[in-house]
């Protein structure tokens, strides 16, 4: 593709994404959501032209591969103010980026408080970067970690109040997961859990829920 038409792929795809999870925040019921949220991907990943699996490797593409949806794994995140340091986050390939901490995540998983730190995009425009690495990277999950949120490309699941809608059901990999060629930001020191988040995106692997069922 020209240069052009690559652009303007792109622009469709974020168009796309924006538009899917614009639905995601006004949907009723959150497993309906992320059936549609599934469904939409694998079509999005298996024939878009700006898709990060590499063009070989479309014809028949069976994922995004996730774990079966978990209510539990839905938590409200409260928000609190902490020291608004700025610093590069490492990317997979090329150079870093600079993000700033714009606060901190409280949650609960599995019973027990946790909490992330939510990063704020020093570019243009700014965006909300919620990226984490958890105890299951590397074994069922990719191991620089997945994405929860990321404002600037259209991944917002919303608020409710003063609370962020944290479904890690909706976390999924970086693109360069699928393709080196892509760089990604990488989960920063203060967004990993010692905990398993076993939902959302994993690694291919036999057996797999078919999320539309």
Known sequence: MTIIVERLALLDWKRRVFELYSEIRRADDPRAAWQHWAAVRRELF????????????RDGYAGPHLFDYNPQMRVPGNVEGSANDSYS??????????????????FELH?????????????YGGGIFLPF??????RDTYGAGRYLLDSVKGADL????NQLI???????????????RWACPLAPPGNHLEVEVRAGERLEGPGLPDPSS
Request: proline share 13%; hydrophobic share 30%; charged share 15%.
């Open 46 to 57: 298996a024939t878009h032209p700006s898709s990060p699996i590499p063009p070989g490797d």
């Open 89 to 106: 986050v490492p990317t997979s390939t090329g150079p870093d980026i600079r993000f700033s901490r714009l606060g901190i995540v409280h």
């Open 111 to 123: 019973g027990a408080p946790q909490q992330l730190d939510l990063l704020w995009l020093e570019g």
């Open 133 to 138: 690495r958890d105890a299951s990277a590397g």
């Open 158 to 161: 919303g608020s409710d109040g």
């Open 166 to 180: 944290l479904d890690f059901n909706f976390a999924y990999n970086p693109s360069c997961s699928y393709d080196p």
